[in-house]
């Protein structure tokens, strides 16, 4: 797979890839430390993630947008509108990643805060499930679910199936974030992994060998013309 690592200059993700046999880069706006600069786009990722990639692992600054942090925003009690204003830009990054027309998307950071509303993570783990000695809450999202729908297709969480009121979510181009309108009319966030693709909800009709997808009640009335109809 060809595999951008965002922000990274380590290069230590970079370099497990390809010892895989991936074709994968690091990116960041600085030099890399891990010895490949052949393997290293040192740019803005932005205006690389529309380059074809299979996958996406992205490492986005966390310093103004992590729960650890939120206690700056309020020094002795007053807002600071610089932290603010770098919390926002954070967001905006981290977005954008996610939002990125990439097939299979993993983001990595630790527990974010309420104050920027990011949405929620699909995963949560720790260093020392995978062998280290520390303890630090990170934060994992991950976009695979979603990749094997097709632009314009409706889809669900597994869990509202069978519902009346489907919380359902149409997928857009380049839209990651499933974007799912409640039964209260209002468009909520939910990063769920677990959804599923819905049939259309019109009918197919073929007519002089064209396929066509019409409204249930358009094509109940269209069959009931046909039956009045006298020969």
């Known amino acids: 797979m060809k595999i951008l690592v965002a922000c990274e200059e380590s290069q230590i993700v970079c370099k497990a890839f390809r010892a895989k046999g991936h074709e994968a880069f690091s990116c960041d706006i600085i030099d890399c430390s891990g010895g490949h600069p052949e393997w290293h786009i040192k740019d803005d990722v932005l205006k690389h993630v529309d380059d074809g990639w299979d996958m996406m692992i992205a490492f986005p600054p966390c310093t103004y947008i992590s729960n650890a942090g939120a206690r700056f925003l309020y020094p002795k009690g007053i807002l600071d509108n610089g932290r603010l204003e770098l919390g926002k830009t954070g967001k905006k990054l981290f977005m954008k990643l996610i939002n990125a027309n990439i097939p299979k998307i993993c983001i990595e950071n630790p527990i974010h805060s309420k104050i920027f509303n990011i949405p929620?993570?699909?995963?949560?783990?720790?260093?020392y499930e995978f062998g280290h000695p520390q303890n630090k809450e990170i934060k994992v999202d991950v976009y695979e679910a979603l990749a094997k729908a097709k632009y314009g297709e409706r889809c669900c969480r597994t869990a509202d199936l069978g519902k009346t009121c489907e919380e359902e979510y149409t997928i857009t181009k380049g839209d990651r974030t499933p974007k799912i309108l409640s039964d209260r009319g209002e468009t909520v966030f939910n990063n769920d992994k677990d959804w599923v693709i819905l049939p259309p909800k019109g009918v197919s009709v073929t007519i002089d060998g064209e396929q066509f997808e019409i409204s249930k009640e358009s094509a109940k009335?269209?069959?009931?013309?046909?039956?009045?109809?006298?020969?």
């Open 120 to 127: 929620k993570h699909t995963q949560q783990i720790q260093p």
């Open 221 to 231: 009335s269209f069959k009931e013309s046909i039956n009045n109809v006298k020969l």
